[in-house]
């Protein structure tokens, strides 16, 4: 099917869902009005402020009142007025509208924060105040203030693959640097926490039917109610199936997930308890052939729709891949990232007399990940892969061969033209799955007293904090040949004689190279920390926030070596698989990181807010759980010992100095802030068709980002209101130098003062909106501005700014009942994200060609939901 008739039957599809949902508004308000008449308008009054009150598209400006949960602890609540760092609340209604379809969305709201989420709906990245670490390495993934993951980065596990957004959610707190190093592990840059919906003193819920353009239906759920003898329940989750906004052939994105929380209060505290099963899977969305046009704009390469494109298809989706002992991997690319996660959640707080107060926080969880994509890793015309010294060889082994052909696996007869597709490209790419189950036990106590002296006063915790978690990790790939089209074809190399006869098959269905790479390897990590934190209340205007973290990890476990077997074919010839020799380490790091901060409100509309936080990020499991799978076999205690193989504790300093206004009318928070970040590892793969496999080049580096965050809100009138976020900095890389041989001689490479990669200077977000028809319509738009990055360390290739434009709209036809619009990416802007992390990210193999692999914004899409509170 081609793009247009897929687009096409999207528009059906998604115009009789609409007129489905038309249908059951008309008749869920009739049958309403019928049934409640004056009850319903008592409804009214109870629905409405939380539908047309709330953050983005409010009529009035933020509230600096709220309660901060994020970032701090005492026996007393704190406002955002009142908190000495930078943190950004999204609240419910302003999260419906914006309506991000995965985690990392969600955050393209927060100054500072420069997201990518065109991957698709998990396995997102986040760059924060300018660190460059990649997923969320640098940030960590809170539910209701416990960690989603002790490691939200670790290794093809990032957090928000193991995190679903849904209606349970009631807000979201986003704390950037400042104390969130000291009360979280793997939090140098900030912490994002989801808040849960808490049910309240009467029954109410949430219903919403969400239905897109894309072949998307999805149900939300949110049900809450007193039980009784002060026990509450809580009942939610969603369930949604679509074919993605890149379209494999098959469906993309399937499953959901559901939770249910019992809660009691009593007299001196309260007891939850929460059930998460989520089982879901999607589509994992990698680069495309995109190419840079003489009128200086990037598109899509000739036969291939960037917009909604992708190389992934149903040719590649399963294939039994031989393994080094003959066995086949069952590779299922319509796995897309799966998971099946069980989360079990126990908070307890109490009172214990004299001013003592205990919290404890327990999570268990068990998750089972499956991630599974085709990697684009070369992209070239089939002259330049003839050409290849590894393929010359391969068709000289064929007697009275004198050249190759390609020709496709569907249709052998059927040989690849100098201009197929209509750009005569194809790719080696690399089907790859990997298989990482968790079991993880996070436990978080707090003990918390406030002291009075003389008008002043300290909220002070003492804390514990102890993680563990077992993992094991199995990786498998192999290489195959494609076209250049969306949903791309198998090509098989045949070797032929000078009549153009083929003589021998090279390939096995299109398979390369089978085993280009294989991993085995299991480990645990056990984390303990103690933290100590005080809120100095020095009078009415001014306090001084200080907090310290000491924290161990102790990571043990093994690794298998890998080694080459020859099954006796060109594509078994190279297959890497076990050796049966273990590496086991089991070591230890430890670090102490502080922070210290003042606040002073010298005025009702207005204050001032300093902080220094030298903070860490201490080796993990993922420092091991791959490292010593390629050891020399005649050397594996060597390779255990060697002390320049000992992973590097990560060490930075933030800094950040803020002023933050309020009245009726407007707010604004600006924020300077200051990150110097140590030992920041890279690992840059390049591919090489000789081997069939991707080397790996360390790096290390520090870097040194100064920059301003912008957040501000103006309702110059009740009908009309305007956000906006910005962020402007410099960031740098510091000490990034190496020496590698070319042809043998030595050349130093010298990326000091190269702009940071992906992270860019400028980007900046605004959001009008109006609110008409006595606040029951609203209409917004926002537009967001990303400034020019770059692939490499070596800033040899360039990611052009780009922006993206994007709609909603809420319309409440009746009380409680309110139909959602939504336009994404309006403008179909292609927009690169990230370039060919596989060609390299110290010096892109990418540089100067004018076709490449490349990861643009999704296309445009259109959504439609109804949602019913009640």
């Not at 399963?318 to 991997?329: E, H, P, T, V």
């Not at 009275?400 to 007869?413: F, H, K, N, S, T």
């Not at 009078?539 to 080694?563: H, M, S």
Request: hydrophobic residues 35%; glycine residues 10%; proline residues 4%.
């Amino acid at each position: 099917m081609t793009s247009r008739s897929r687009q096409l039957t999207r528009a059906i599809r998604f115009a009789l869902a609409a007129s489905l949902v038309c249908a059951g508004f008309s008749a869920t308000v009739s049958a309403q009005e019928a049934a409640s008449g004056a009850s319903g308008a008592a409804r009214a009054d109870a629905a409405t402020p939380a539908s047309a009150s709330d953050g983005e598209g409010s009529a009035a400006a933020v509230d600096l009142d709220k309660v901060i949960v994020t970032g701090r602890s005492g026996t007393r609540q704190r406002s955002k007025a009142e908190t000495s760092y930078s943190i950004t609340a999204i609240e419910e209604e302003r999260l419906r509208l914006q309506a991000p379809t995965s985690v990392t969305e969600a955050m393209k709201s927060v100054p500072g924060f420069w997201v990518e989420a065109s991957g698709g709906e998990a396995s997102g990245n986040i760059r924060a105040r300018g660190i460059p670490v990649d997923g969320f390495g640098s940030v960590t993934l809170l539910e209701d203030g416990i960690p989603v993951q002790h490691d939200p980065a670790l290794g093809y596990l990032n957090g928000d693959q193991a995190f679903r957004l849904d209606e349970t959610v009631e807000r979201v707190e986003v704390v950037r640097g400042g104390p969130s190093s000291v009360f979280y592990s793997n939090a140098p840059a900030g912490a994002i926490n989801f808040i849960p919906r808490s049910v309240g003193d009467s029954a109410e819920g949430v219903a919403k039917l969400t239905v897109g353009d894309y072949g998307l239906t999805r149900y939300d759920l949110f049900f809450g109610t007193p039980l009784g003898g002060g026990w509450k329940l809580g009942l939610g989750g969603f369930w949604r199936s679509d074919d993605g906004l890149r379209d494999p052939g098959y469906p993309a994105n399937d499953g959901g997930q559901y939770r249910i929380n019992l809660s009691r209060a009593f007299e001196r505290g309260n007891f939850s308890f929460d059930y998460k099963r989520v089982d879901d899977k999607v589509a994992l969305y990698l680069g495309i052939p995109m190419r840079s046009y003489a009128d200086g704009k990037i598109r899509g390469v000739p036969g291939f729709d960037a917009h909604d494109g992708t190389l992934a298809g149903p040719q590649t989706r399963r294939l039994g891949m031989i393994q080094g002992d003959g066995s086949l991997y069952d590779f299922d690319n319509a796995l897309g990232t799966q998971v099946k996660r069980d989360q079990y959640t126990a908070k307890f707080d109490y009172d214990l007399g004299a001013g003592f107060q205990l919290a404890q926080s327990l999570r268990y969880s068990r998750t089972r990940t499956q991630r599974n994509g085709v990697f684009p890793l070369t992209l070239q015309s089939d002259a330049k892969f003839y050409a290849d010294s590894a393929v010359k060889k391969l068709i000289a082994s064929v007697p009275g061969a004198v050249g190759a052909q390609l020709r496709y696996v569907d249709a052998p007869e059927q040989a690849f033209a100098s201009n197929q597709n209509g750009n005569g490209l194809m790719t080696i790419s690399g089907l790859r799955g990997v298989t990482m189950p968790v079991d993880e036990l996070i436990s978080d106590t707090r003990l918390m007293r406030r002291f009075d002296f003389g008008g002043q006063s300290h909220d002070v915790t003492l804390g514990y904090y102890y993680a563990r978690f077992d993992q094991d990790f199995d990786r498998y790939s192999s290489n195959v040949l494609t076209d250049v089209r969306d949903n791309a074809r198998l090509l098989d190399l045949v070797a032929v004689d000078a009549a153009g006869r083929p003589l021998r098959t090279l390939t096995d269905k299109g398979v390369y190279r089978y085993g280009y790479e294989w991993e085995n390897a299991s480990g645990r990590s056990t984390t303990q920390a103690l933290y100590l934190s005080d809120e100095w209340q020095v009078n009415d205007k001014l306090r001084i926030d200080a907090g310290v973290r000491w924290e161990q990890v102790k990571v043990e476990g093994w690794t298998e070596v890998r080694k080459q077997v020859n099954l006796g074919t060109a594509a078994t010839s190279q297959i890497l698989t076990g050796s049966g020799s273990f590496v086991s380490y089991d070591q230890k790091f430890d670090k102490i990181g502080w922070t210290v901060g003042a606040n002073w409100q010298f005025d009702p509309h207005q204050g001032v807010f300093a902080r220094w936080t030298p903070a860490f990020r201490l080796p993990s499991l993922s420092s091991y759980i791959t490292k010593y799978s390629n050891c020399d076999l005649a050397k594996l205690a060597a390779c255990a010992n060697d002390p320049n193989g000992r992973p590097v504790t990560q060490t930075m300093d933030l800094g950040e100095i803020g002023y933050k206004f309020s009245n009726e009318q407007f707010d604004l928070f600006a924020t300077l802030f200051y990150t110097k970040y140590d030992n920041v590892g890279f690992s840059n793969y390049v591919f090489d068709l000789g081997s069939g496999a991707s080397t790996v080049q360390q790096g290390f580096a520090d870097t040194k980002t100064t920059g301003l965050e912008l957040e501000g809100f103006w309702t110059p009138v009740r009908w009309f209101d305007l956000q906006a976020t910005a962020t402007i900095q410099d960031p740098k890389y510091k000490g990034l130098r190496y020496t590698e041989l070319v042809n043998g001689a030595p050349v130093l490479r010298d990326f000091v003062d190269n702009q940071l990669i992906r992270v860019p200077k400028n980007s900046f977000r605004v959001v009008p909106g109006l609110n008409l028809l006595d606040e029951r319509l609203r209409l917004q738009v926002s537009y967001e501005h990303e400034g020019e990055r770059f692939v490499d360390t070596a800033n040899s290739v360039k990611l052009p700014s780009y922006y993206v434009i994007n709609a909603s709209a809420r319309y409440e036809f009746a009380p409680g009942l309110s139909l959602y619009l939504y336009a994404d990416n309006l403008t179909n802007s292609l927009g690169l994200t990230e370039g060919n992390p596989r060609a390299g990210e110290l010096q892109s193999a990418d540089a100067g060609n004018n076709t490449f692999i490349a990861r643009p914004l999704l296309g445009r899409g259109y959504r439609a939901a109804l949602m019913y509170r009640f």
